[in-house]
């Protein structure tokens, strides 16, 4: 089983064949092979029936950094981004869990920290930008907060929440 593992491990590895068709070809021929001798492992034949599994029910999308040419085989880079973001957001707050605001917020603010990390941005640079983006990104946010704040009122006293969109809602139905 484990001699299994690491040659699907390789196959999908760096060293391994660098073609969508190639690594195809390779790893279902691996979970072919480990179909036909799983029933050999005893104990072991559950863990080998489930990687098979799991391997099909991933195999449309597995080979897109095959056939992508600028798309990484792993998402190791793109953890450590967020996990170095999560880790300097608790130190500057303080907190133990991941700050609300980057819940509301993170759309911008995460691409604001990856572009200042590629590098330095001038008052030029920010003159030029498009305003009717920011004024759609700014309304988009905005309209997340208020959902959110509606959220809040309704767990603190959903009695109150539901007798104001009752008032609310029969004075838009009053003639006026």
């Keep these: ?35 036909r001798r799983g029933v050999m492992l005893g104990a072991l034949a559950g863990a080998a029936a489930h990687f098979v599994r799991v391997s099909r029910s991933y195999w449309a999308g597995l080979f897109c950094c095959y056939e992508v040419a600028e798309l990484p085989r792993t998402n190791n880079a793109l953890e450590q981004f967020f996990g170095s973001h999560r880790y300097h957001e608790r130190r500057a707050s303080g907190r133990k869990g991941a700050s609300p605001c980057l819940v509301l917020r993170g759309q911008a603010r995460l691409l604001a920290a990856a572009a200042t990390r590629q590098r330095v941005f001038t008052a030029g640079d920010l003159s030029r930008a498009d305003r009717g983006r920011c004024e759609e990104l700014r309304r988009q946010l905005e309209t997340r907060r208020q959902r959110r704040v509606q959220r809040r009122r309704f767990r603190r006293d959903p009695q109150a929440y539901l007798q104001a969109l009752e008032q609310q809602l029969l004075q838009s139905t009053l003639p006026p």
């Design 1 to 35: 089983m484990y001699a299994w593992l690491w040659r699907a491990a390789h196959i999908l590895g760096e060293h391994g064949p660098n073609t969508a068709a190639g690594t195809r070809r390779q790893l279902g021929g691996l979970l072919g092979a480990m179909v």
